[in-house]
Every structure is written in structure tokens, then in C-alpha cells.
């Protein structure tokens, strides 16, 4: 899942203590418009489960909070204005879960 052991090998191989490198060039800034390379965000694409996990706990919370909500309205009591923004607040984080587990962004491309 994102263990050091699902890496490939020489990723974590180091040049033996003797050996003196040259020092790196360290890469310039990222400017603000300057558009992020792929393998920064490669993990959250590719990571399945983590986008199921966080999509059901999302789904789960929306779903709390409007329950919380809506449970004033079956005993009889009518809807005030804080109820129903209590109702379209977790119905929008439920919608976030689905999104998130729906992936849309990442599949208008294709990851290599």
C-alpha cells in the first residue's frame, strides 16, 4: 500500500560511505502558474484504496450531519432556515465523498 517494501529496490539505495558525490543542482523554484509534474500527485491516483477510504468516511460524515438535521423534522417540528443548511451542508460532504471516490480529473488522462 505505500510501504517501503512496494518500492522498487534501487529507489532506496544509497552510494557507499567512501565515495564522495558531486554535489546535486538543486532544481529551481516552482513559479505559482508553472504547471506540477505528474509523479507529485501519482500516489493519490493510483492509491485506490486510500480514495475508497476517504470517500466512505466523507459519504458517512455527510450522511451524520444530515441525519442530525433531518431528525427534528420527523417529530413534528417544522424546518428553520438552520435546518435545511444543516441538510444541503451534508448532502454537499456526501457529494464530496462521491467525487472523490469517482476520480473525474484523473481519468481525463492517462497515467504512465
Known sequence: MGSRLSQPFESYITAPPGTAAAPAKPAPPATPGAP???AEHRLLKTCWSCR????LGLMGAGGYV????RKPMKMGYPP???TITQMVIGLSIATWGIVVMADPKGKAYRVV
Open 36 to 38: 506540477t509534474s505528474p
Open 52 to 55: 475508497v477510504l476517504s470517500g
Open 66 to 69: 444530515y441525519w442530525v438535521a
Open 80 to 82: 428553520s432556515p438552520w
